[in-house]
């Protein structure tokens, strides 16, 4: 009994580990993944998605709608925000960071000035369960079980949708998906929105466990852009999954082996030793490997 | 013309080169010799682009050696084979646009000059460019053609002993192409290799060299100009642009 | 071109060039005022005022270094107070090991510079051979400075010590003894002379506007002189300066180890300055804020970025005395830059006079075949 407490405690460990990856980074996958735009301001989307949840959740809201309504806002601060700023900077990788950086200051500084520093906590639902003498909260499980649904609906969505036929036309090609009648500027501004929206679910999904404050943002930002980097541009949804098995992976180890902090560094040297030896990711290779043995079953 | 019994400057054995699923340079077998003037034509796609960035070192081969002057280069880098005396201009990137003409000539210039001579040598090279005085003139604000120039000028500067030039006179006009056809003719009078990749073939008969044919990443013929231009299987697999 | 500039031009040989905006005798005048009201300032400005401007010149070599690898040669770094941190650090842990035996910190203030080089060369050594992308590399260098950030704050544990420095948590760096809870200042020995440079006082003030002088022309030769060009080369075209036969990745890594130089000078003065140093140097806050002085002063011009660190430090302590919103601020004064002036303030207003000179000229060169003609 004490033996299965052990692993199933390692096990819990590392779904959560992995659902925390794959929330903070969903939204960022479709926008540094898709649009090659890198919006440093991603963790102030999930800020204003945090807010936005305790606040309506205080107001008696429930959670899983207050966390809809999150991710509502977000997404409308994102699409005025690639309106009015991002689209001038996408062919121009450096200068996005930059300008996003800003953003990203003037969000948690602008909501430090109106909210405070003040920090908002909600209670987490389900409650907990115990094996032998450890408890396991039930919220956790749930959080991997909606990040597993979030990447399935990205998916979906990109596969199926006319809007992610035309997104992927775009991403392609702008000017010859213009000329076929997409309309780009649309495209642009819509998937970036969904990419906000995406991250502002998941901010209102941290609410519930996390502290909130003006500075919530940094917390994910990084570790986000990491996961996603790590993933590669080449298939950006199995390279989320690998770079996310990967990640957690090492830092679940770690953490058990030595303590939270190392194991944090752990996983950022992970992801440096991952990019060291496949600079554009796990996917790319992986891409790369289905082209050979295509081939090498084709030829025999 | 120099004799297939001396010792190749370049020679590539068994080159290939896979983008993907897509094979660029299928097991090439080729060979340039010292002071050679050596064109190279071929349908869109047939890897000439892709053989020139392998020689330089730009990209890694898939599988095949590549001998400088007799040495295996396959493993060195970009700059190292640079400065073994390789050099090259590419089809897209070429100058530095957002500098002015000395600037752009002075990087170059500096391999094999002290800072000192170097506006003297940049006077020099725009004179033979037809550039003469547009030394402070922003890169941007010339024409296509003379950024052209420039560019082949920029790989002349460090003295080469070998020259790739790919597409030197992609969009020039009639007179400018003639006039690049001398500057080549020139540069090679004066003992440097030059290997040229063109699709131009008024320029290519004014070249009157030696020249290859690759087809699907393969040497498909090679022979003096006027032979391929006689040749019936070229025509077949070149339809049309001769 | 006016002969008193060309013949000024000649005898500052290196100090103008292609590489930097301000040439002639306009420029150098101009120059030497501002130099020349910065050295008279402790004559009509409070003593708390000069302890403020003491800070401001230590922003100047921040921003200096971060234009020098961004600006030049196209490596843009968001974690430049990674090496401003470890320099501070490493002169606080030398000076407090070291000041009793030796009497002076000259020893420590070599380690505040060449500790973040020696970090620069390992960190960018593995980034630039990897050949990661730019932005990568941009991120990962905040991640660094957040990390080490991170580490720092938790060696609250007295086990924590380097000799008799105590690295003290998120209380900052102290020495480990009860009695003195303040780090040493600059105290520079040669034999028998020592002078020691209070973080308070006016002679402390005159170091750093000499030093930031000396930083400022010092690389105005470098960005002019062959390796300027280099640089230039490596930010326009990489590939292209390759085959010409340059190792554009050492050019990379030696001008990432130069930049690291300067920002540990700064992490050092800043120590001295404050007697003090503590994990949020390593902080976002430290970070942007450099981003955000070179990127509104001007990235591609020396002048510009220092001009941009020092006035908007002056802005920022002027806020900061209204209340919190300084750094909103910022962030907004860099985005509307970006959107409305990409190169920055200062090149653009430079821009704009140079078009004014040229238009003018052009127009006077056009009268006056005119004249000639009745």
Request: proline share 4%; net charge neutral.
């Amino acid at each position: 009994m004490e033996e299965f407490a052990l692993i199933f405690g390692y096990i819990y460990q590392y779904l959560d580990n992995i659902g925390f990856l794959i929330l903070a980074a969903s939204g960022l996958i479709i926008i540094f993944g898709m649009m090659g735009v890198i919006n440093m301001a991603h963790g102030e989307l999930m800020m204003i998605g945090a807010y936005i949840t305790a606040f309506t959740y205080y107001a008696g809201v429930p959670a899983p709608i207050a966390i809809l309504l999150a991710g509502v806002g977000a997404g409308i601060a994102g699409i005025i925000l690639e309106r009015l700023v991002i689209r001038f900077f996408y062919k121009q990788l450096l200068s996005s960071l930059v300008v996003t950086w800003g953003l990203s200051l003037m969000f948690s500084q602008g909501f430090l000035l109106i909210f405070g520093p003040s920090i908002l906590n909600i209670p987490t639902p389900f409650g907990n369960f115990p094996i032998d003498e450890q408890t396991f909260g039930i919220y956790r499980l749930v959080l991997f079980g909606i990040s597993m649904a979030m990447i399935a609906g990205v998916w979906a969505v990109f596969t199926f949708t006319r809007f992610g036929t035309h997104a992927r036309a775009t991403m392609e090609d702008p000017e010859m998906a213009d000329a076929l009648g997409v309309n780009t500027r649309h495209v642009y501004a819509l998937t970036f929105g969904l990419g906000s929206a995406l991250g502002g679910i998941a901010g209102g999904m941290f609410a519930l466990t996390a502290t909130i404050s003006p500075f919530f943002g940094i917390n994910y930002t990084p570790l986000a852009f990491i996961t996603v980097v790590v993933g590669g541009g080449a298939n950006v949804i199995t390279g989320l999954l690998a770079s996310v098995l990967a990640l957690a992976g090492s830092q679940t180890l770690v953490n058990n082996l030595v303590n939270v902090y190392v194991g944090y560094l752990g996983m950022m040297g992970t992801a440096l030793i991952i990019l060291l030896v496949l600079p554009r990711g796990i996917s790319e290779y992986l891409e790369r490997r289905k082209i050979r043995t295509e081939r090498a079953s084709g030829r025999e | 013309m120099p004799g297939e019994t001396d010792t190749p400057i370049i020679e590539v054995r068994d080159l290939v080169k896979n983008f993907g699923g897509v094979r660029a340079v299928a097991g090439l077998d080729m060979s340039i010799y010292p002071g050679e003037l050596h064109c190279i034509i071929g349908p869109n796609g047939a890897g000439k682009s892709t053989l020139f960035k392998l020689v330089m070192g730009i990209q890694r081969p898939s599988a095949g050696t590549i001998f400088y002057q007799g040495r295996n280069v396959t493993r060195l880098k970009p700059f190292e084979r640079a400065r073994l005396g390789l050099a090259i201009k590419f089809q897209a990137m070429e100058v530095y646009q957002e500098l002015t003409v000395f600037q752009n000539l002075f990087i170059p210039l500096r391999r094999h000059h002290r800072p000192k001579q170097i506006p003297e040598q940049a006077a020099h090279l725009l004179e033979q460019l037809h550039l003469a005085g547009t030394e402070e003139k922003l890169v941007s604000n010339l024409s296509h053609g003379q950024q052209q120039w420039l560019a082949i000028g920029m790989s002349m500067a460090v003295r080469p002993e070998v020259l790739l030039l790919d597409e030197p006179t992609a969009g020039m006009s009639p007179e400018e192409v003639s006039e690049t056809a001398r500057i080549v003719k020139d540069l090679n009078a004066g003992g440097t290799t030059i290997v040229v990749i063109e699709h131009d073939m008024a320029f290519i008969r004014n070249l009157d060299s030696r020249t290859s044919v690759l087809h699907y990443g393969k040497l498909f013929a090679q022979a003096s100009f006027g032979e391929i231009e006689q040749n019936e299987d070229v025509h077949r697999i070149y339809l049309g642009t001769m | 071109m006016n002969s008193k500039g060309s013949a000024l031009d000649k005898y500052l040989g290196l100090l103008n060039g292609p590489q930097t905006m301000g040439r002639g005798l306009p420029f150098w005048l101009g120059f030497l005022a501002i130099v020349a009201a910065l050295a008279l300032g402790p004559e009509f400005l409070s003593r708390y005022q000069i302890i403020n401007f003491s800070n401001f010149l230590i922003s100047g070599f921040m921003a200096l270094s971060l234009c020098l690898i961004w600006g030049y040669c196209g490596v843009l770094s968001l974690g430049q107070a990674a090496f401003f941190g470890v320099g501070g650090y490493a002169y606080g842990v030398v000076a407090i090991n070291l000041l009793n035996a030796h009497g002076n910190t000259d020893i420590a203030f070599i380690a505040g510079i060449i500790i973040p080089v020696v970090f620069a060369a390992i960190v960018g050594g593995i980034m630039f051979y990897a050949r990661l992308r730019g932005v990568y590399i941009a991120i990962l260098m905040l991640v660094i400075s957040l990390v080490i950030g991170t580490f720092m704050r938790q060696t609250a544990d007295p086990d924590y010590t380097i000799g008799a420095a105590y690295l003290g948590g998120m209380n900052g760096l102290r020495p480990d003894s009860p009695d003195d809870p303040l780090l040493p200042s600059l105290i520079f020995g040669f034999g028998q002379t020592i002078q020691e440079f209070d973080g308070r006082s006016v002679s402390f003030y005159y170091l750093t506007l000499g030093l930031l002088v000396a930083v400022y022309l010092g690389l105005r030769c470098l960005v002019n002189s062959s390796y300027g060009y280099f640089l230039v080369g490596c930010r326009e075209d990489p590939e292209r300066t390759e085959t010409f036969g340059y190792d554009v990745r050492r050019i990379q890594l030696s001008v990432f180890c130069i930049s690291a130089a300067i920002a540990g000078l700064a992490g050092t003065l800043y120590t001295a300055w404050g007697t003090y140093i503590h994990p949020d140097g390593f902080g976002v806050a430290q970070n942007i804020l450099v981003v955000i002085w070179v990127a509104v002063g001007g990235r591609k011009d020396l002048s510009a970025a220092l001009i941009g660190a020092l006035v908007l430090e002056w802005v920022s302590l002027r806020l900061a005395s209204e209340g919190e919103y300084a750094l909103l601020v910022m962030g907004a004064i860099l985005v509307s830059v970006m959107l409305l002036a990409p190169t920055g303030v200062v090149t653009t207003i430079s821009d704009v006079i140079e078009r004014l000179r040229t238009n003018r000229a052009q127009a006077e060169g056009a009268k006056a075949p005119e004249i000639r003609k009745p």
